[in-house]
């Protein structure tokens, strides 16, 4: 098996998890619908509830990215994202630990994978929130190796940009 020791930073994992959320019209679309419709009712309604509605649309809008960059940074700052890790793999699976615990974990046990300039992301069965492997942790021999470990689960699919 090969070994891999890493500490995710901080700005490692708030920036990722600010990326993943802001950057995808997935996140956008609806803000964007939202305030068009907020602003339409707020310019051309009358006083009333639909000046409500228009001005509690505006709030969401404003509302939502806020609280998501508050759950990002609480995230970056949870203590098992940050700690000290050892990530060993081979042919069977993975195993990741930290300080007291240890997980390990079959290949299959893995729904899909992907990685971006900075990260190996592993999404565990259906999981949203991945498992965060910093390229900088492995050799570029090491990187090769993990990358074709995972190749051969049979999942490999396109690079994404976060």
Same mark, same amino acid.
């Given at each position: 098996?090969?070994?891999?020791? *890493?500490?995710?930073?901080?700005?490692?994992? /708030?920036? /990722? =998890?600010?990326?993943? #959320? /802001?950057?995808?019209?997935?996140?956008?679309?609806? $803000?964007?619908?939202?305030?068009?419709?907020?602003? *339409?009712?707020? &310019?051309?309604?009358?006083?009333?509830? &639909?000046?409500?509605?228009?001005?509690?649309?505006? !709030?969401?809008?404003? +509302?939502?990215?806020?609280?998501? +960059?508050?759950?990002?940074? $609480?995230?970056?700052?949870?203590?098992? !994202?940050?700690?000290? $890790?050892?990530?060993? =793999?081979?042919?069977?699976?993975?195993? +990741?630990?930290?300080?007291?615990?240890?997980? %390990? $974990?079959?290949?299959?046990?893995?729904?899909?994978?992907?990685?971006?300039? %900075? /990260?190996?992301?592993? *999404? *565990?069965?259906? #999981?949203?929130?991945?498992?965060?492997?910093?390229?900088?942790?492995?050799?570029? %021999?090491?990187? !090769?190796?993990?990358?074709?470990?995972?190749?051969? +689960?049979?999942?490999?699919?396109?690079?994404?940009?976060?």
């Amino acid at each position: 098996m090969t070994e891999v020791k *890493y500490q995710r930073t901080k700005s490692e994992v /708030f920036r /990722f =998890f600010v990326r993943q #959320n /802001f950057v995808r019209p997935r996140f956008w679309l609806p $803000l964007l619908i939202l305030l068009s419709w907020s602003v *339409y009712v707020l &310019s051309v309604a009358r006083p009333g509830p &639909s000046q409500i509605m228009g001005a509690l649309g505006l !709030a969401l809008v404003v +509302i939502v990215p806020l609280v998501m +960059i508050r759950v990002s940074s $609480l995230l970056a700052k949870k203590a098992a !994202a940050l700690g000290s $890790l050892t990530l060993s =793999f081979g042919d069977v699976g993975l195993t +990741i630990s930290g300080d007291d615990w240890k997980t %390990e $974990l079959g290949w299959a046990s893995f729904g899909k994978w992907s990685t971006t300039d %900075e /990260f190996v992301l592993l *999404y *565990y069965r259906k #999981n949203v929130i991945p498992t965060l492997i910093p390229k900088r942790a492995f050799s570029p %021999e090491q990187l !090769a190796d993990f990358l074709e470990h995972l190749q051969r +689960i049979g999942r490999t699919p396109p690079k994404i940009k976060v």
